[in-house]
């Protein structure tokens, strides 16, 4: 398999960190998003929307968006719950991620990243951060009787989870009122075979 990334991505980083559990060798592409290099021709023909991570397959099928990627990876894997309800909940928890939680901590991470101070997008962020407090809150809550956010086990709802939250302060997000969700954080980091943000993976390639 070959991975497309940019080491920064919180999306890709997913990817690397379930690929890095599953004890899964793969090859790794390195694109620049901030310098169009996802917006090519060559990259659109293996992901029409121009996004990271893209993930190509061993018969050259590419597989985009990283939740679909986890779930793809997981499949029949201890990081998905066998029973019909664990699946959906795991499903909930990574919708939750995509849909209450990514655009107000993730957002506003990669605005105050990858955006100069004078950008018109950084009017924005006090919406998102208090949107993105809220899902937190949200997190908290769940956690507070619980070690993972499904079937008291590790599974891929909360590696979707963490990879922006975790690093939710570089985008202006303070974790301290949240000590279920630090706790979880810990917890996930101690977990078997897990790798940081920003390890970088063997390169093997550039794409034009």
Not at 111 to 119: C, Q
């Amino acid at each position: 398999m070959r991975l497309f990334d940019d080491l920064d991505s919180g999306n890709g980083y997913k990817v690397r960190l379930l690929l890095a559990q599953l004890g899964l060798r793969y090859d790794w592409t390195e694109l620049d998003i901030d310098t169009g290099a996802t917006r090519t021709p060559e990259f659109l023909k293996r992901n029409l929307n121009g996004r990271v991570p893209t993930l190509e397959l061993d018969d050259g099928t590419h597989l985009a968006e990283s939740n679909a990627i986890l779930w793809y990876l997981a499949e029949s894997s201890p990081f998905v719950p066998s029973d019909r309800l664990g699946r959906a909940q795991t499903l909930q928890w990574m919708f939750f991620e995509q849909y209450s939680h990514e655009p107000f901590v993730a957002t506003p991470r990669y605005i105050v990243k990858h955006l100069p101070a004078n950008h018109a997008r950084r009017a924005e962020l006090a919406d998102r951060l208090a949107k993105g407090r809220a899902a937190l809150a949200v997190m908290d809550e769940h956690l507070k009787a619980r070690a993972f956010f499904v079937a008291e086990r590790y599974t891929i709802a909360d590696i979707a989870l963490y990879a922006y939250t975790h690093v939710a302060h570089e985008g202006g997000h303070d974790l301290e009122p949240y000590s279920n969700v630090r706790a979880w954080v810990g917890r996930v980091g101690a977990q078997p075979g897990h790798v940081g943000i920003y390890l970088r993976p063997r390169a093997s390639g550039a794409e034009a």
